[in-house]
């Protein structure tokens, strides 16, 4: 899952100005983080009448990463949209460009941060589990990701400043190297670590495009 965070407030007015505005939220991602679901929408549409700022009106697209959809729900809108030459989007980075995409004509407004590519550990809680590098190691690290959850990305071994099994750059972060190890172990299959990694070829995280 794409995980975001919502850019505050104070932040989303300086860049809005007066309006009016149309809302979008995404019905996935942004749903799942209480970024951009319905009830954030319908929070931050509040916020904004409250603050005289129009709204011309708000959709939650299923999902807003979808074009041809975007396209159709949209549709109905046009008059909303119409009234309005600023679109704040509530999705992932790529939800936002997607409805770009739509709206040369239009301000598009982003009122999420996107962060990472990662799990629901808990309720309201996400931790990061991937970076997108386009040549996944995971069967030879035992499923942990080293890339990712290494703040060094070391894929050779622990750096060395483990303590406890936490990271030295972050005491409340796991080294991850400590969970690669102890999983490899369990399962008798330390040699696979024996083998040395050659530094990642980042060019395969560059695709710009694929066709299924
Ligand atoms: S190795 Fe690459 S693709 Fe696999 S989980 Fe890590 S960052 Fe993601
Ligand atoms: S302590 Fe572990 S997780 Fe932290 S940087 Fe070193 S190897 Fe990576």
Redesign the pocket.
């Known amino acids: 899952m794409i995980i975001t965070k919502q850019k505050n407030l104070e932040e989303i007015l300086r860049v809005l100005g007066n309006g009016p505005v149309f809302l979008i939220g995404c019905s996935e991602c942004a749903t799942l983080c209480h970024t951009g679901g319905k009830d954030e929408i319908g929070a931050m549409k509040e916020a904004l009448e409250k603050r005289k700022i129009p709204v011309s009106g708000c959709i939650i697209l299923d999902p807003a990463c979808h074009l041809n959809n975007n396209k159709r729900m949209l549709k109905e809108y046009s008059k909303e949209i119409d009234r309005s030459d600023k679109i704040l989007v509530f999705a992932c980075g790529n939800g936002v460009q997607t409805v770009a995409e739509l709206f040369a004509e239009k301000e598009i407004l982003t009122g999420t941060d996107t962060l990472f590519l990662g799990e629901i550990s808990r309720g309201n809680e996400f931790d990061k589990?991937?970076?997108?590098?386009?040549?996944?190691?995971?069967d030879i690290f035992g499923g942990f990701?080293p890339?990712?959850r290494c703040p060094k990305s070391m894929l050779n071994g622990p750096c060395g400043g483990s303590s406890g099994g936490k990271c030295e750059i972050s005491s409340e972060m796991e080294c991850v190297w400590d969970r690669i190890y102890q999983q490899l172990k369990n399962k008798g299959k330390l040699q696979v670590i024996d083998v040395i990694q050659k530094p990642k070829d980042w060019s395969k995280a560059v695709e710009m495009k694929r066709r299924v």
Do not use: K, Q, S
């Open positions: 589990r991937c970076m997108l590098c386009g040549e996944c190691l995971l990701c890339v990712t």
